[in-house]
């Protein structure tokens, strides 16, 4: 081995290291609360330019009553992810399963330290009428920052939260369960049990990654979305509608704000 063949390995070495830091600080940072918790192995499968090829197979999936959620990646490509495993080797034979019964061709094992985004810079998201949305530089361990930025990525997607069965309003908690597990964390699943979760924070308080949620009283939420700065926040706005960004002083949405919550 050469001396620039040595320095690249210890380069790699020291730059993984540092990503292994840097989740497990993020991970430190998580609430210690029921229905709150790190993330496990994932099943990712699909490579789809069309995002109705996503959703049929993200159908197919939770007909066989696996909770999975599609996403576009960096490269605009679709794809789904599903599962939460505490080792590799269970989350291999859960997909090996799949692609004997046909239903997935391939699949890529995500490991729980593979944060979806490090609040890297993207594309402007569509938004309502308005000042753009202001980014904030956020260290790598700002899991809220990572969680808004996350968010953004899904604006423009049509999205269908469990097919043609799905309850009202579970598309809207189905969304930011989907963003807060690409980012590592398990939430509850119904908007109901996510307010019952972790913090909560004044309005004047809001910080990116927030949830945000809106109902009639506290004790009948019917919407949450992901707050991402400026008064704004993402959500799923109702079954086979596009990810928005809509303004928490909105009208619709002033009247029926119920809370903030965060969780880490």
């Known amino acids: 081995m050469n001396n620039l063949q040595r320095f690249s390995c210890q380069f790699l070495t020291v730059a993984t290291l540092l990503l292994v830091f840097v989740?497990?600080?993020?991970?430190?940072?998580?609430?210690?609360?029921?229905?709150?918790?790190?993330?496990?192995?994932?099943i990712q499968v699909g490579a789809f330019s069309e995002v109705k090829n996503a959703e049929r197979l993200t159908v197919k999936l939770?007909?066989?009553?696996?909770?999975a959620f599609y996403f576009r990646k960096d490269n605009g490509v679709y794809v789904v992810r599903f599962g939460d495993y505490q080792?590799?080797?269970k989350a291999k034979k859960a997909a090996e399963k799949l692609v004997a019964e046909k239903l997935v061709e391939s699949y890529f094992i995500a490991s729980p330290d593979a944060v979806f985004s490090r609040a890297t810079k993207i594309d402007k998201p569509k938004q309502p009428d308005g000042p753009p949305l202001q980014r904030k530089s956020a260290p790598q361990s700002d899991m809220g920052a990572i969680a808004a930025r996350t968010a953004e990525r899904f604006v423009g997607i049509p999205y269908r939260w469990g097919g043609d069965n799905v309850v009202e309003g579970?598309?809207?908690s189905g969304f930011v369960r989907a963003v807060y597990n690409?980012?590592?964390?398990?939430?509850?699943?119904?908007?109901?049990e996510q307010f019952r979760a972790g913090d909560r924070i004044p309005r004047e308080e809001l910080k990116d990654g927030d949830l945000v949620f809106?109902?009639?009283?506290?004790?009948?939420?019917?919407?949450?979305?992901?707050?991402?700065?400026?008064?704004?926040?993402?959500?799923?706005p109702r079954r086979?509608?596009?990810?928005?960004?809509?303004?928490?002083?909105?009208?619709?949405?002033?009247?029926?704000f119920v809370g903030a919550k965060r969780y880490f």
């Open 182 to 192: 690409l980012c590592g964390i398990n939430i509850p699943r119904t908007s109901a």
């Open 214 to 236: 809106f109902g009639a009283s506290v004790d009948k939420i019917n919407h949450v979305g992901i707050y991402v700065g400026n008064g704004r926040f993402v959500h799923a």
């Open 87 to 89: 080792a590799r080797v």
């Open 170 to 172: 579970m598309d809207c």
């Open 240 to 256: 086979g509608d596009e990810i928005k960004v809509s303004a928490i002083d909105e009208k619709y949405f002033n009247e029926r």
């Open 23 to 42: 989740c497990q600080g993020c991970a430190a940072q998580l609430k210690n609360q029921a229905g709150i918790s790190r993330l496990g192995y994932s």
């Open 62 to 67: 939770q007909a066989k009553g696996i909770e």
